[in-house]
């Protein structure tokens, strides 16, 4: 059809095409281009479940698949053209590590003026609509008609074949209320008077929709067994959006505390998705958390988000204290909302390891500044 439009030329075309994988076979057609128009350059996108496992066989060797995160915050900055301090260069979060205070003191102070614009970026949104709506109200309005309406109603259906659209709506915003923390899976079949098949299914389809996280318990075997998962919402936004909490987000401590550990989950998962980084959350025995642990290679790193007025110290912190002494990480990250807190933090062990033994440390960052260096350093590697 294009053709009617775009008379044939010379050299490199290239074709943009979105949701594709709403047209009848489309596989087959991409398929013969790919193999007989040479010249052609063709990038699609669309919902990543049906793109992956219906252009799985016709694809090999014809064509790459590539995961899409929605904005960090750090583009989310730049799109909107918003001046930013002038901040050091970070290739990993683990350079902090090595710095002096004065260079903690001077990023403090420099990083303060980002705390607002980082609140906003939770309130709208990572999608780029969303970011450049002028009115709070409007963006949110959007995002919640295009999770309600286009994905939950029009895409379950047309794209996975889900009949009962209100229960998965109902699933949806149960998750929405609880996102965050561990699922309660007998509580929600009770609550909503649904079986747990049905349930399970729901879950799993939010997930390859990439609306939801799911985040399994750290270790093995008998460990993890019978223990419950972890649900992050894809976008911090989404809850508030859809439970029209608009920007009363921010007067609401337990809130907005959810909304930053899901915003800084998004980015780490983001930043090292395309390494195979495993991801999890770990519960003591005393019921001491890390909220979340990333296994890199022979690493194991957790993060615990505490994004609360007061300073955060080694007692806030005894779960990651813990973690790091008996999985034996000399590193580990506290997610802050104390801008001037940005230190590290010594934890009162040694920890061992085939290059000899280490102190034991923890990094306090601020929020905004680690989502900013999570965004940076992610399109830093796309460029190679």
Known sequence: MWREFEPETDGTEYLFLDEIQTVRDWQTWLKLQVDFEKKRRIAVTGSATPLVTEGQESGVGRWHTLRLSTLSFYEYLHLKKIPVPSLPDLRSLAELFDWSPAQFATVSADGASMVAHFHEYLLRGSFPESALIESITAAQKLLREDIVDKVLKRDMTALFGVRHVLEMEQVFLYLCLHG?????????????????????????????????????????????????????????????????????????????????????????????????????????????????????????????????????????????????????????????????????????????????????????????????????????????
């Open 180 to 384: 965050g923390g561990l699922l309660d899976m007998q509580a929600l079949c009770r609550d909503l008077e649904l079986k747990k098949p049905t349930v399970n299914n729901f879950i799993n389809l939010l997930e390859s929709t990439h609306l939801i996280y799911k985040l399994s318990p750290f270790g093995y075997g008998k460990e993890i067994l019978r223990a419950r998962y972890k649900v992050y919402l894809a976008d911090p936004a989404i809850a508030p959006s859809v439970l029209l909490k608009g920007t009363t987000l921010l007067e609401d401590p337990t809130a907005l505390g959810v909304a930053v550990e899901t915003a800084f989950f998004k980015h780490v998962f983001a930043r090292y998705y395309a390494l195979s980084v495993g991801f999890s959350y770990w519960r003591g025995k005393r019921d001491r958390e890390v909220d979340i642990v990333a296994e890199v290679q022979d690493l194991v790193i957790p993060f615990e988000v505490k994004y609360r007025a007061q300073n955060t110290g080694l007692g806030d912190v005894k779960g990651l204290a813990e973690f790091c002494e008996t999985r034996k990480a000399s590193r580990g990250y506290i997610i802050t909302k104390d801008i001037q807190g940005f230190s590290i933090l010594s934890l009162p062990f040694d920890i061992t390891t085939k290059s000899g033994t280490v102190p034991a440390r923890i990094a306090k960052v601020p929020a905004p500044l680690a989502c900013y260096w999570l965004g940076k350093t992610e399109l830093d590697s796309l460029d190679g």
